[in-house]
């Protein structure tokens, strides 16, 4: 099994910037990607970002320029660098982590979600 722990959530003010950290661990071969998604109140769950092992990165529309995602893939941890934050940013923040375990079986896993709230 691979678990994944994220942190860093909480209230900021708009304008304001946090940074969510998550680490994977388990019984890992490799991680291709890792990624960032959210789901707000009465909505679907959407990619806000993700980052493969060699470095290349997809971001939603709503967060581009704003939203850095990065990864230290010898810790098996993402983060996401989130400025200018806006209300409508306002969601749970879930990690997502796809790879092979060390049985060589693909994995899925997700974490159990932070709360970000963008208010004044």
């Known amino acids: 099994q691979v678990q994944l722990v994220e942190s860093g959530g909480g209230l900021v003010q708009p304008g304001g910037s946090l940074l969510l950290s998550c680490a994977a661990s388990?019984?890992?071969?490799?991680?291709?990607?890792m990624g960032w998604y959210r789901q707000a109140p009465g909505k679907e769950r959407e990619l806000v970002a993700d980052?493969?092992?060699?470095?290349?990165?997809n971001y939603a529309d709503s967060v581009k320029g704003r939203f850095t995602i990065s990864r230290d893939n010898a810790k098996n941890m993402v983060y996401l660098q989130m400025n200018s934050l806006k209300p409508e940013d306002t969601a749970v923040y879930y990690c997502?982590?796809?790879?092979?375990?060390?049985?060589?079986?693909?994995?899925?896993?997700w974490g159990q979600g932070t709360q970000v709230t963008v208010s004044s």
């Open positions: 997502n982590a796809r790879g092979l375990d060390r049985i060589i079986r693909n994995f899925d896993s």
């Open positions: 388990g019984s890992i071969f490799s991680i291709g990607v």
């Open positions: 980052r493969n092992n060699g470095g290349s990165t």
